[in-house]
């Protein structure tokens, strides 16, 4: 399963619920922008951390495709 990753309260338990409650790989897929908060960053590093069945990739949007 894929799942696209902010960081957010949404998707944090969204990406807890399938790996934890449902015992499911999880593909986890962030983009990061310029915008992303501090908490989004902390949240995601934290859910690295605790949650050892899910897959996390993270792209880098260019300063070019965001003009």
């Known amino acids: 399963m894929a799942v696209f990753y902010t960081g957010g309260k949404d998707s944090t338990y969204l990406l807890y619920y399938l790996s934890k409650q449902l015992n499911l790989r999880v593909l986890a897929l962030t983009w990061e922008i ?8 902390k949240s995601i590093e934290g859910a690295k951390r605790m949650l ?7 792209r880098k949007v260019s300063n070019n495709d965001l003009r």
Do not use: W
């Open 52 to 58: 050892d069945n899910v897959e996390f990739i993270t």
């Open 34 to 41: 310029p915008y992303m908060s501090d908490s989004s960053r």
